[in-house]
């Protein structure tokens, strides 16, 4: 059974920083191309970054560009993103996603609130 549990959101101000982590379970993780989404509350599931299998390539979404760092750890089976700089129009569930050829598969998210 596949398995992506996310963890690391909560409340932050303004400005500080988190990191989510995504663990994955019941799959071969360094098969898996590695993304993070996000869900505002009355939005649309929207893209934040994406990692290569090893690494080797990351893209992110115009609006955390220089703000947001995903990265892996294969051994580990975890994907991971760091967000700083955090702004209030960051606030949303963040969502772990993992694809393989025709395999894909959703963690059940995570909540960030940036608030002062």
């Known amino acids: 059974q596949v398995q992506l549990v996310e963890s690391g959101g909560g409340l932050v101000q303004p400005g500080g920083s988190l990191r989510l982590s995504c663990a994955a379970s019941?799959?071969?993780?360094?098969?898996?191309?590695m993304r993070w989404y996000r869900q505002a509350p009355g939005k649309g599931r929207e893209f934040v970054a994406v990692?290569?299998?090893?690494?080797?390539?990351?893209t992110y979404a115009d609006s955390v560009k220089g703000r947001f760092t995903i990265s892996r750890d294969n051994a580990k089976s975890t994907v991971y993103l760091q967000m700083n700089s955090l702004k209030r129009e960051d606030t949303a569930v963040y969502y772990c996603h993992a694809i393989y050829r025709t395999a894909t598969y959703w963690g059940q998210g995570t909540q960030v609130t940036v608030s002062s």
């Open positions: 990692i290569g299998t090893t690494g080797d390539f990351t």
């Open positions: 019941g799959l071969t993780f360094s098969n898996y191309i």
